[in-house]
């Protein structure tokens, strides 16, 4: 029992000649609302005369209403483009160890020694 190292402290860490490197994956979907909101800003407008002027004699009444507007709509298909980062932050809990469940044998056993190669009958 002379290879058991025993910590001076519990927060220290008991020095290892041999480590088992793991990794753990959690599958995730990480969702972010993204809300488009358009926007339309006017250029600077510009007339051109279409055909030509008309002239009639006399005072005539205009057509249309007064002081009105005219009005039309513009449509335009549009493709949003908005690159997000997405990742997520992990956080490691405390560490625990339960040494009772398990035998030296079984751990050499399933580690594809034999019982005969490990002297543990």
Not at 29 to 39: D, E, K, L, N, S
Not at 43 to 68: A, D, F, H, M, Q
Not at 72 to 86: M, N, R
Request: net charge negative; glycine share 6%.
């Amino acid at each position: 029992m002379d290879n058991i190292i025993q910590p001076a402290a519990p927060e220290e860490l008991i020095p290892c000649e041999k480590t088992c490197p793991a990794s753990a994956y959690q599958l995730a979907t990480v969702c972010v609302p993204i809300t488009v909101v358009p926007y339309a800003k006017a250029g600077i407008p510009t007339t051109t005369c279409y055909g030509e002027p008309y002239v009639s004699p006399g005072k005539k009444e205009c057509c249309g209403r007064l002081n009105c507007t005219c009005s039309f709509t513009l449509s335009q298909k549009i493709l949003v483009e908005v690159p997000v980062v997405l990742g997520a932050k992990a956080a490691v809990g405390n560490t625990s160890v339960d040494c009772d469940c398990v035998s030296a044998k079984d751990l050499i056993i399933k580690d594809n020694y034999t019982e005969e190669e490990t002297g543990l009958s």
